[in-house]
């Protein structure tokens, strides 16, 4: 289990990268214009973001 843990933080980080890498300056914008969004637009959008990934975990199991 914590291997599968440990490769999936690995994947994590990977796909985190992508961006920064290929497209620093779109990716520094994107950034400011999330400073600007409020909490509650933030939580909804992680909330979503759990939810799917849980339903894919699911379906792949």
């Known amino acids: 289990m914590w291997?599968?843990?440990a490769r999936a933080l690995c994947?994590?980080?990977?796909?985190e990268g992508i961006l920064p890498f290929l497209y620093p300056e779109r990716?520094?914008?994107?950034?400011?214009?999330?400073?600007?969004v409020d909490n509650r637009s933030l939580r909804t959008a992680g909330l979503i973001?759990?939810?799917?990934?849980?339903a894919?975990?699911?379906?792949l199991r």
């Open 27 to 36: 990716w520094r914008a994107l950034v400011q214009r999330l400073a600007s």
């Open 3 to 5: 291997e599968e843990l």
């Open 49 to 54: 973001s759990m939810l799917a990934g849980a």
């Open 56 to 59: 894919l975990l699911t379906l």
């Open 11 to 15: 994947l994590l980080l990977i796909i």
